[in-house]
């Protein structure tokens, strides 16, 4: 672990310097006890995941983190076949491992790549991307590329912030962001349907989701730090926990949400506001 690196949670929304310890490695160990990087129950993931890819084929995740999402789907439909795509690689071999065990091997495919460069001719019954609109540039480039993997007729799991309430001036500055990185939930919406496209399932993250996820992101990493009190980086690990519950608890806790939404794409005209 080397160098200077700009760290983040899962979702990638939340900016913490750590100096000396590489972001993949970081952001893997803490989610050690919460493998599904976003605050999303394990209910909330298993009823999700029921109606994007039960009776499908194929799914793709955009940005899959170590590829937890996609095994869990394999889990539930028999014939489903999985690729994912991340820039990390982080916990791609703990995934794999796993899935080989489990007989899924043969079906899940992990790729070690940019999401924004990687192609492929394959088109896809379900595309996932979780938290991983930062990667394409926002939300609206997220769905014009999962749009280029997609089925005429297939479905779009996304995941993004959303702001539950307007962003105070020290918000902002704990998370490193701006005003307009998010949106609050109906102008999000809004804008997913002014692109072609249309929510038929949809989940805003609880305030209990959030805490469950936040204590064991931070906790992760203390409790790796304690228990490894001469490792080089033990000290720079245990300050990204404490930095990032002090952002969490003193800043943006009850304001930066997570929208959950299925989307299917239409040709119709919405109805007019009467």
């Known amino acids: 672990m080397i160098g200077e690196s700009l760290g983040t949670s899962g979702w990638r929304g939340r900016p913490y310097r750590v100096v000396g310890v590489n972001r993949s490695e970081i952001s893997d160990l803490a989610h ?8 999303l129950s394990n209910e909330t993931v298993d009823r999700l995941l029921a109606l994007a890819v039960t009776g499908q084929r194929s799914v793709l995740d955009l940005g899959c983190g170590d590829g937890t999402w996609l095994l869990r789907a394999l889990r539930r439909e028999p014939t489903l076949t999985a690729v994912g795509v991340d820039v990390s690689g982080a916990g791609f071999d703990r995934v794999l491992e796993q899935a080989n065990r489990e007989g899924l091997g043969e079906r899940l495919q992990l790729v070690h790549a940019d999401v924004r460069e990687w192609r492929t001719t394959e088109k896809f019954d379900v595309v996932l991307s979780i938290g991983a609109a930062y990667a394409f540039g926002g939300l609206l480039p997220t769905l014009a590329a999962a749009d280029e993997h997609l089925h005429p007729d297939g ?6 912030c959303i702001w539950e309430q307007a962003p105070s001036e020290q918000t902002l ?3 490193g962001a701006a005003t307009d990185d998010y949106c609050d939930l109906s102008t999000t919406v809004q804008a997913v349907d002014s692109a ?5 399932e949809g989940h805003v993250s609880t305030l209990q989701e959030w805490d469950s996820y936040e204590w064991s992101w931070t906790g992760s990493l203390a409790r790796w730090a304690l228990d490894h009190p001469d490792h080089p980086d033990s000290q720079q690990v245990m300050t990204a926990s404490v930095e990032h519950r002090r952002a969490w608890l003193g800043g943006y806790r009850g304001t930066l949400g997570f929208l959950t939404m299925l989307l299917r794409r239409s040709t119709l005209n919405a109805a007019p506001l009467r």
């Open 32 to 39: 050690t006890r919460h493998p599904i990087a976003s605050p």
């Open 155 to 160: 479905q779009l799991l996304l995941g993004d």
């Open 173 to 175: 500055a704990l998370l």
């Open 196 to 200: 072609g496209w249309v929510p038929v």
